[in-house]
């Protein structure tokens, strides 16, 4: 339909350029009147078609516009929410890395902590014991001694002599 109305205003166009000129009037013309009223009478006629048709299509465009508009700023939307998401996550990545190196510093440094007090410990108890057992020693030299120096010397059985009357004497 725009087809018409375009060959039609070019028609028109054709018969304006194309007519003869007034003399002493260079943008002035002769043209067949009835010519020329029947083509703006069959634009006149076209355009209420083409005027609708054309404001459909650019409602239809707006409409297809305003829809991609929308879904654009929704995909805007959801890719800056996801964007949010990503740093959020990696922000509480970024923080329990943080916390869990200090928290291993601190497992370490505490680990450290407790063998070296276990290590004194020990050594202090296996030191008391080292003394302990050398007071007991002691003590138990000490006790042999006067046990010796009480008993006086052991006699040694002379040879020949009976040792089983002798032991029985004294055990009477």
Avoid: H
């Avoid at 375009?6 to 009037?25: C, F, H, K, N």
Wanted: net charge negative.
């Amino acid at each position: 339909m725009d087809n018409e109305v375009m060959e039609l205003i070019d028609m028109l166009y054709t018969m304006v350029s194309e007519a003869w000129g007034v003399p002493l009037g260079n943008d002035k013309c002769i043209v067949e009147r009835e010519k020329a009223l029947k083509l703006i009478e069959e634009i006149k006629a076209q355009l209420p078609v083409e005027l609708s048709e054309a404001k459909r299509l650019v409602a239809a465009r707006d409409e297809f516009i305003g829809n991609a508009k929308r879904e654009a700023e929704s995909l805007r939307r959801a890719a800056e929410e996801r964007a949010r998401q990503l740093i959020d996550e990696q922000e509480i990545v970024r923080i329990s890395q943080a916390r869990s190196s200090e928290l291993i510093a601190n497992a370490e440094s505490r680990s450290r902590e407790l063998r070296r007090v276990a290590t004194e410990y020990v050594d202090d108890a296996l030191r008391r014991s080292e003394e302990a057992m050398s007071s007991a020693l002691a003590e138990l030299r000490n006790a042999r001694s006067s046990f010796k120096s009480a008993a006086g010397p052991v006699q040694q059985p002379r040879p020949g002599t009976q040792q089983g009357a002798g032991a029985q004497t004294r055990e009477r």
